[in-house]
Nanobody, 121 residues
Framework: QVQLVEGGGGLVQVGDSLRLSCVDSGRTFSRNMMGWFRQAPGKEREFVASISYRGGRTVYADSVKGRFAISRDNAKNTVYLQMNNLKPGDTAVYLC??????????????WGQGTQVTVSS
C-alpha cells in the first residue's frame, strides 16, 4: 500500500528556496511514477512536476520550468521538489502523488495530505 507523507513547507520570502520531500512507506516506491501538484486557495489543483520510476524522465509545468527540480532517491523511498527563486504565485498547498506500480499513463492513484508553502513579498 502506498502511503505518502510530505514535508519541508514553510513561510519564505520572494526569491528564497525550499526543498519539499515526500516519503512513501509502501513497498513499491521504486516502481511508482511520482508527481507533485499544488492547490492555491480558490483555485483548482494543478500539475507541477513528475518523474519516472527510474528517475530518467522528468516533466514540468511551464510556470516552474527553470526554477523547480524534481528528483527521487529510491533507496530512501523519497521524492523531492527543489524550489528556487520562489514567487508569491507559488503560494499553495503542495501535494505528492503516485501512480500504480509500473504505470506511466493514467491517473495518480495515491495522494499525500500536502504541505503548505507561503511566499511573502
Amino acid at each position: 500500500q502506498v502511503q505518502l507523507v510530505e514535508g519541508g513547507g514553510g513561510l519564505v520570502q520572494v526569491g528564497d528556496s525550499l526543498r519539499l520531500s515526500c516519503v512513501d512507506s509502501g513497498r513499491t516506491f521504486s516502481r511508482n511514477m511520482m508527481g507533485w501538484f499544488r492547490q492555491a486557495p480558490g483555485k483548482e489543483r494543478e500539475f507541477v512536476a513528475s518523474i519516472s520510476y527510474r528517475g530518467g524522465r522528468t516533466v514540468y509545468a511551464d510556470s516552474v520550468k527553470g526554477r523547480f527540480a524534481i528528483s527521487r532517491d529510491n533507496a530512501k523511498n523519497t521524492v523531492y521538489l527543489q524550489m528556487n527563486n520562489l514567487k508569491p504565485g507559488d503560494t499553495a498547498v503542495y501535494l505528492c502523488a503516485a501512480k500504480a506500480p509500473l504505470v506511466e499513463a493514467g491517473p495518480y492513484n495515491y495522494w499525500g495530505q500536502g504541505t503548505q508553502v507561503t511566499v511573502s513579498s
